[in-house]
């Protein structure tokens, strides 16, 4: 659903204009300075249109004051809705904070509502006229109190939200969506026999099951899995002239539609460049991954020596996706990918709360900091997860931070927090 993100200084009345367009009754909380709390999205409805209200919360204002704290829960509310209500108290009028927020919202080309807050009868409309000066266009006078004006805002806000948003990802019903991968030959339809050959799975049983033709109900150990793009690789096209393109076409379409890649790699062969070209675009994808070492049952101990040592060697930056060993020709351990497929996306679909995430960066700061550049010493101020499916995170800083202190920081999260099974992304925002 399309997101709307409510964004303004403590004590404006966020809470209660979420709890207005919710329709809640619930005693009012505000803003408390000092109290840290998440990001909360509540489904909302509105003349027949759902959408995602996004209540960006009040953090933990640090030594830089509580303008620099409304300032980086602006910025991440932008990040993520497609539409914001920047809420101002119209009694106090705008601030240099409400001006500051102003500024970056003009700049991220969003769609912005100015709303005028506490405006309970019409002795204000001078101080919500002023508002003009602001340059968001017209302010819309509401009591999120009293409910009056939030109608006529929220009917316009329905005339700009887009059908589709722009940020939010959809969240598909039925089994979880696996993409099968792997060069020719290293399996993938014996193990599709395997599965699906032995007990088949009426797709017409399974509710919200998609019907795409080209998608597979495979059940392996008593759990259903969806198999996208399957009739490609039951439907031995051999292209002979750029069949590299074509595979590195089908792959990438395959993880579109996939949450989690199970990367078939056989043990027979050594490790390939299309091997690693595969994983690459695993990573690119963003999608979870599940290293499968197949033909196991042909592997003698010479070769098992060297493959140890390959594996050491080529697919030590995955070295945090699990792995299995398995034959697909005689169907032993595929069991197997069961755990290692739900480890992988349950540490996909991780989401660190916020109060947690910046323990964890004070705590990894304090331990180590990042060293000193030119006599200065770029800091780390604050961090969210922006996203999960993979996780992603902002973290702001005073400066650039060197690729060096980023890999730490990376593993010290894989450290804390496992994401056994899925890339997860760091961006940096260095605030002037
Ligand atoms: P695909 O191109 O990835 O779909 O590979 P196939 O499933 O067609 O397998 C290619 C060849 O490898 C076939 O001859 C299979 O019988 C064989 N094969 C697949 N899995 C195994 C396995 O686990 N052990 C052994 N010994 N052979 C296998």
Known sequence: FPVVAIVGRPNVGKSALVNRILGRREAVVEDIPGVTRDRVT???????????????????????????????????????CDVVLFVVDSRVGATATDERVVQMLRRSNKPVFLVANKVDDSVLDPEVAALWSLGLGEPRAVSALHGRGVADLLDDVMKTLPEVSA???????????????????????????????????????????TRDPVDEQV????RVWTFVDTAGI??????????????????????????????????????????????????????????AFNKWDMLDDERRRYLEREIEQDLAHVDWAPRVNISARTGRHLEKLVP????????????????????????????HPHPLRGGKQPRVLFGTQVQNRPPTFVLFTSGFLDP???????????????????PIQINVRVRE
């Open 340 to 367: 290692a497929l739900d480890a992988a996306l349950e540490s996909w679909d991780t989401r660190v709360p916020t109060a947690k995430f910046n323990a964890f960066l004070a705590e990894l700061v304090q331990e």
């Open 219 to 222: 059940e392996i150990a008593g």
């Open 167 to 209: 940020v939010a990802q959809p969240k598909l019903a039925g089994p979880r969506r696996v993409a099968l991968l792997g060069r020719p030959n290293v399996g993938k339809s014996s193990l599709l026999n395997k599965a699906a050959g032995e007990e088949r799975v009426v797709v017409n049983e399974i509710a919200g099951t």
């Open 42 to 80: 509540y489904p909302a409805l509105w003349n027949d249109r759902r959408f995602s209200l996004v209540d960006t919360g009040g953090w933990e204002p640090d030594a830089r004051g509580i303008d620099a704290s409304v300032a980086l829960q602006a910025e991440v509310a932008i990040e993520l």
């Open 404 to 422: 060096g202190y980023r890999r730490f920081i990376q593993r010290r999260l894989r450290e804390t927090y496992g994401f056994e099974g899925t």
């Open 234 to 291: 039951r439907r031995r096209v051999h292209l002979q002239k750029g069949a590299d393109f074509y595979a590195t076409l089908r792959t990438s379409a395959a993880l579109e539609k996939a949450e989690v890649a199970v990367v078939l790699i056989d043990v027979t062969q050594e490790i390939s460049d299309q091997d690693l070209r595969i994983i690459d675009l695993v990573l690119e994808s963003g999608r979870a991954l599940v290293l």
